[in-house]
């Protein structure tokens, strides 16, 4: 009995050590906007598409449980035009790239001001994305934030 409950307590005590020795491996992944792109123009609304890629460089597969973002509009000054969620579980493979396109509705009252800027403005108006990603990495939950402003 005491040494089966010693074997025991030996692999639970290597499990943990092995367990707080691959944590130390684990690397934050990166996510960068990969594309803010108009794709559709409706007398209602416009559709921009936001591209992210989340780069896993460790050895262990996660998950993409939710992504949350703003678009502002930037000339000068920042404007905010749209919010953007997305929870879905998507699966980001170790040591390896993942894209995810998202589709974000703007309201044209947005879109209006940005053509305002634009012909009142020297510069041409830009975009900016900033946000966060949540991925579960099996062991813990990470949130990884990421942002780009880029013109129009």
Known sequence: MKRTSLIAISIIVIIIILSVMSLESIKKPTVDVSDIALR??????????VGLVIDNTNPIGATLDKITYDVYLV????????HGEKEEKIPVSA????TVIIP???????????IYQCISGEERPKL???????LNL???SIDVPFEET???
């Open 75 to 82: 000339n000068g000054e920042e404007i905010f035009i749209a």
């Open 150 to 152: 880029r013109a129009v």
């Open 128 to 134: 900016k994305v900033a946000g966060s990603v949540s």
């Open 40 to 49: 559709d123009v409706s007398l209602t609304g416009t559709t921009i598409d």
């Open 95 to 98: 040591n390896d790239q993942t």
């Open 104 to 114: 974000t509705e703007v309201s044209n009252v947005g879109i209006i001001k940005a």
């Open 138 to 140: 099996k062991l813990f």
